[in-house]
């Protein structure tokens, strides 16, 4: 009897792909070349966002939106308890505290009432989240507006986890316009919508979260004048002024990107 594997993931490549990887490979960049510039611009667009940031993947790009908006040892970030281990271990990479708001049965995506019911709860008891990261689940739209109306009273940052709904809408806009957040994560994992291999891209219309983001994700470093102790001594010169982190992704991933976003 034959047995029929259902495989856990499939990607798509095509010979476009395999062209576009290959021009890469033959050019003078593998890293840090102008197909980053390329992917971010291309989903930014696509999303509607102002601001993109390509990384090595999501967890990364989780890690550093917590860290761009100052989380820290002592603050609390919820999040859904339907997703992958990364949504959380962000808030504990900066050493914050993580908690779980639960779905709703019918979406399981997370649930304004349990939301509502642990706000109050927590804000009687002084233990507000700093961070709010709900989860697109499976392509499927949280509900936004809801969110954003409950925790807004209270400061609270939203970061959606988008990882695996790049392409699906919102109230007539792009899951990743952030028009309803303050940070959105893409992953681009094989098992995503698209993919780049491993990969994942934050977006963003705040250009203080962007500038952030740039330098977390190498090191730290900035050749921006603006952002230096001291002066310039030429277009060379950088320092680092945050310990950053190497979290970038290639230029043959990022050509693998450009390539996927056609479709
Ligand atoms: C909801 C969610 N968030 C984050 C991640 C982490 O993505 P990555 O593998 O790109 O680090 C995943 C991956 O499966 C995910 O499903």
Redesign the pocket.
């Known amino acids: 009897m034959s047995v029929l594997k259902i495989p856990y993931g499939k990607q798509n490549i095509n010979e476009e792909d395999i062209k576009a990887v290959v021009e890469v490979l033959r050019s003078d960049w593998l890293t840090q070349g102008p197909m980053i510039e390329r992917f971010e611009k291309t989903v930014a667009e696509y999303c509607g966002a102002k601001f993109a940031v390509a990384v090595s993947?999501?967890?990364?790009a989780?890690h550093i939106a917590c860290l761009a908006v100052g989380l820290k040892s002592g603050d609390i970030l919820w999040t859904s308890p339907n997703?992958?281990v990364?949504?959380s271990n962000c808030g504990l990479y900066c050493g914050a505290s993580v908690d779980f708001v639960d779905i709703d049965p019918k979406t399981y995506n997370m649930s304004l009432q349990a939301l509502q019911e642990k706000l109050d709860l927590a804000s009687s008891m002084g233990k507000l989240p700093q961070i709010l990261i709900p989860?697109h689940f499976a392509g499927q739209a949280c509900e936004m507006e809801k969110i954003a109306n409950l925790v807004k009273p209270y400061g609270i940052t939203i970061i959606e986890?988008a990882?695996?709904a790049i392409g699906g809408e919102y109230k007539g806009k792009k899951i990743g316009s952030c028009a309803i957040s303050d940070m959105t994560?893409f992953?681009?994992?094989p098992?995503k919508i698209i993919t780049t291999g491993?990969?994942?891209m934050i977006l963003t219309n705040r250009e203080d979260l962007y500038k952030i983001l740039i330098r977390l994700r190498t090191h730290g470093i900035t050749r921006d004048p603006l952002f230096m102790d001291g002066e310039s001594h030429g277009p060379w010169y950088y320092q680092q002024v945050d310990l950053g982190f190497n979290y970038r992704i290639t230029d043959l991933q990022a050509a693998l990107g450009v390539s996927q976003m056609k479709r």
Not at 57 to 60: E, F, L, Q, S
Request: no cysteine; net charge negative; aromatic share 10%.
């Open positions: 993947n999501a967890t990364a989780l997703t992958f990364a949504s989860v986890d990882s695996h994560v992953s681009f994992h098992v491993e990969g994942g």
